[in-house]
């Protein structure tokens, strides 16, 4: 598998620990009859569950941005240097920014600084997919 596939894939583990998490401390605070219920009354979305919650659905934004550029680049055949430094900065982001998130740090607005690590990593593969000159707008051609 590519680095930028394993990207793809690391991240939506990391998505499917964030969400375990949130989902535990959701049944934490709120008990174990509301976990196994309908889970008519939302908790509250304060303290760590809130940051949990955001720091999953945070990830889930960007996997799908990334992953939609990702997988259609390698569908493609471009893969490059650029294309796997892209992918290491966004999974290095991503796993930065659940860590901070989920800690609640503040500081020298780490947390944004982490985020704008992966976004840079999203943007740098999507130049490297813009000017790899692989792109299609209009069908080929009939032959």
């Given at each position: 598998m590519?680095?930028e596939?394993s990207?793809i894939?690391y991240?939506g ?7 375990i998490?949130s ?5 934490i605070?709120?008990?174990q ?8 009354d939302?908790?509250?979305?304060d303290g760590?569950k809130?940051r949990a ?5 945070n990830?889930?934004?960007?996997l799908v941005?990334f ?5 259609p680049?390698?569908l493609a055949g471009?893969h490059?240097?650029?294309?796997v ?5 966004f ?7 659940a860590i ?8 020298v ?5 982490v985020w ?5 990593g999203t943007f740098?593969y999507?130049?490297?997919v ?5 792109l ?8």
């Amino acid at each position: 598998m590519t680095v930028e596939l394993s990207a793809i894939a690391y991240g939506g583990i990391l998505l499917l620990l964030l969400i375990i998490i949130s989902a535990a401390s959701n049944v934490i605070a709120m008990g174990q009859p509301w976990g196994v219920g309908n889970r008519e009354d939302t908790p509250p979305s304060d303290g760590f569950k809130g940051r949990a919650k955001r720091a999953y659905m945070n990830l889930l934004e960007q996997l799908v941005v990334f992953s939609a550029i990702a997988i259609p680049a390698h569908l493609a055949g471009i893969h490059s240097g650029l294309t796997v430094l892209a992918a290491q900065l966004f999974l290095a982001g991503r796993v930065a920014h659940a860590i901070v998130y989920l800690a609640g740090w503040t500081f020298v607005s780490i947390r944004t600084l982490v985020w704008v690590v992966a976004l840079v990593g999203t943007f740098i593969y999507a130049y490297a997919v813009l000017t790899s000159g692989l792109l299609m707008i209009a069908a080929p051609a009939a032959m």
